[in-house]
């Protein structure tokens, strides 16, 4: 379908480094969460003073916009970020996401009950020891092994989100694993503030999408921007890397800073040395003719 118009959210002006989400100004560069958790995104993580040092040292480089899910342990993450963090710096947002509940193998499976969504939005605020959630993205489950969307009305659980924003427990709702006609369908229910789908160098299906998403600003966040559990392997981008002394993790995540304003950033990582590093991918300066060459990585994926 084609896409509608789009209604301005932000009244403060985005600059390079950084985009009014909600009602929040946050640096681009964010930060993903939920390799906190133990292997398979299911139980404790293997070093949990590691896991509190990269929380901690996100935000204390400048991090202000954090990435999580009360699904994510289950409760682990969460739980991680309230001990790390709490109490909340004042800039801090926190994005969490409802619509999944875990099995007791690890299995992932939709939670998207009116009953079972204000369960998880009480889950999010008891967890992360808030009075209300910043934002809440509503996450479908799409197709497939659950990374790609597909098509089915959202209707009614997204109306069960509204009603717990009225409530106050929810301050701003956002939109992920959904396609343009869903998101269509979004906003005709409730103000949708970003919108979180899988995207990075290779996998670009919503290039489309993201372009219509800016002239409104609403947000971007593309998760696997660093391509996931597999992380982006490809000549031509360690080529690039190399030539620009960076690694290609790096210009991974400065090719997306470059690709679209509306675009905020939340590699994920359980390692401070990689932390370090994504957060210094702020700093590269890509030319035309890079952004050109990198360009061609997504069209022969
Ligand atoms: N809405 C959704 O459905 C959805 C789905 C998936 C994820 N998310 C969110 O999106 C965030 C980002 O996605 P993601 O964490 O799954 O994937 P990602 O950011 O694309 O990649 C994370 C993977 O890359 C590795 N990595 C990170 N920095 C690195 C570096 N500098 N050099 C080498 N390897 C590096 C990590 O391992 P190390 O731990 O060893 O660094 C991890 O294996 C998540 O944390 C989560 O908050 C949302």
Redesign the pocket.
């Known amino acids: 379908m084609g896409f509608g118009p789009v209604r301005q959210t932000g009244t403060l002006m985005n600059d390079f480094h950084s985009f009014v989400l909600g009602d929040r100004t946050v640096n681009r560069l964010g930060?993903?969460?939920?390799?906190?958790a133990g292997p398979g995104v299911f139980g404790p993580p293997k070093n949990r003073d590691t896991a509190l040092e990269v929380l901690r040292e996100a935000v204390a480089s400048g991090v202000n916009h954090i990435?999580?899910?009360d699904f994510?342990g289950p409760h682990i993450t969460n739980g991680l970020i309230r001990e790390a963090l709490h109490p909340y710096p004042q800039d801090l947002l926190i994005v969490t996401?409802i619509g999944a509940l875990r099995g007791e193998d690890g299995s992932w499976n939709p939670a998207m009950t009116p009953a079972q969504l204000t369960s998880a939005v009480h889950d999010n605020l008891r967890n992360l020891g808030l009075d209300a959630l910043d934002v809440v993205?509503l996450?479908l489950m799409g197709g497939g092994a659950?990374?790609g969307p597909a098509e089915g009305s959202l209707e009614e659980p997204l109306t069960a989100l509204v009603q717990l924003q009225k409530q106050g427990l929810v301050r701003h709702i956002g939109l992920?694993?959904v396609t343009s006609t869903q998101i269509e369908q979004g906003r005709g229910i409730a103000e949708i503030v970003c919108v979180?789908?899988?995207y990075?160098l290779a996998h670009r299906d919503d290039d489309a999408l993201i372009d219509h998403l800016a002239t409104g600003n609403i947000a971007y966040?593309?998760?696997?921007?660093?391509?996931?559990?597999t992380?982006?392997q490809s000549s031509t981008l360690s080529d690039v890397a190399t030539r620009l002394d960076a690694?290609?993790?790096?210009v991974a995540l400065g090719w997306l800073l470059r690709r679209a304003p509306n675009i905020l950033l939340?590699?994920?990582?359980?390692?401070p040395?990689?932390?370090r590093?994504?957060l210094a991918a702020g700093q590269l300066s890509l030319s035309e003719s890079v952004l050109a060459e990198l360009d061609t990585i997504g069209k022969s994926a």
């Open positions: 930060y993903g969460a939920m390799q906190l990435d999580t899910s994510y996401k993205n996450r659950g990374h992920s694993n979180q789908n899988l990075n966040v593309p998760f696997f921007p660093l391509g996931g559990f992380p982006l690694t290609p993790m790096q939340i590699p994920g990582t359980s390692s040395e990689h932390l590093e994504n």
